[in-house]
């Protein structure tokens, strides 16, 4: 009896523990560092979302509408009161992209609450915020060019918020240890802040329902592929 726990206590102590440091030597060694931090690619990430935005709005609005950013041109409000509205999506945009992208003194990053509130409410505030008051006005020369389902506005939004998710989302691989969940739902919702903005410059219809379809239906899916696929890949 004394010989067997004798031999159950060096295996305890011995064979199991040598193992385990042995394989987590073994896992650090061979994973490599990252040689730039995190603050230095969110920043990346902002520049290149920012860049990656702006060619979109810009390049779409001259190739289809042949003018640039016509949803601003064709403006039934008050030029002060669209210019409040856009400077409004501007905040919401820039907040949900400091609660997605903070890392916090810890490196924890945003609290679950913070994540929580910004994954629900970027899409409700966006609509409340394009629909609440006719901004744009019908433009004779754009008759029948901007239909209902508005696949023009889906390729845009599309393009700019796939953009800002997969350079967050690499921006901020590795370095989310808790709540990767809400940070992805808030990545992707930040994504479609970022796209809702962009189809905002773009789009010049005063459609209820093509707004609605085309502008916030895409932060809503945003933020569900945010959701569901993102959370994996930042914990890699």
């Known amino acids: 009896m004394t010989d067997f726990r004798s031999s159950v206590v060096r295996f305890v102590n011995d064979s199991p523990r040598d193992a385990l440091f042995a394989r987590i030597q073994k896992t650090i060694a061979n994973t490599p560092s ?30 289809i509408y ?79 060019a901007i239909p209902v389902l508005g696949l023009r506005c889906l390729t845009v939004a599309a393009v700019v918020g796939l953009a800002v998710l997969a350079t967050f989302t690499i921006a901020l691989r590795g370095s989310v240890p808790v709540r990767s969940g809400l940070r992805g739902a808030a990545i992707g919702a930040t994504a479609g802040a970022w796209a809702g903005l962009s189809v905002f410059v773009f789009c010049p219809s005063d459609d209820l329902r093509h707004i609605f379809i085309a502008h916030v239906l895409p932060i809503v899916g945003l933020t569900a592929l945010g959701l569901t696929i993102i959370p994996r890949t930042l914990r890699l």
Do not use: C, F, K, N
Not at 34 to 62: E, K, M, P, Q
Not at 113 to 135: C, F, N, W
């Open 66 to 144: 042949h003018r640039y950013a016509p949803g601003l041109e064709a403006q039934a409000a008050p030029a002060s009161y669209t210019i409040v509205v856009l400077l409004l999506l501007g905040i919401l945009t820039v907040i949900a992209t400091v609660v997605a992208t903070w890392r916090g003194r810890r490196g924890l990053g945003s609290g679950a609450r913070s994540l929580y509130l910004t994954s629900a409410l970027v899409a409700p505030i966006y609509a409340l915020l394009v629909a609440m008051r006719p901004l744009h006005r019908p433009d004779p020369r754009l008759a029948g």
């Open 34 to 63: 990252s040689t730039t931090g995190t603050r230095t690619r969110v920043l990346i990430a902002l520049v290149v979302a920012s860049a990656l935005g702006a060619a979109a709005v810009l390049s779409a609005s001259h190739i």
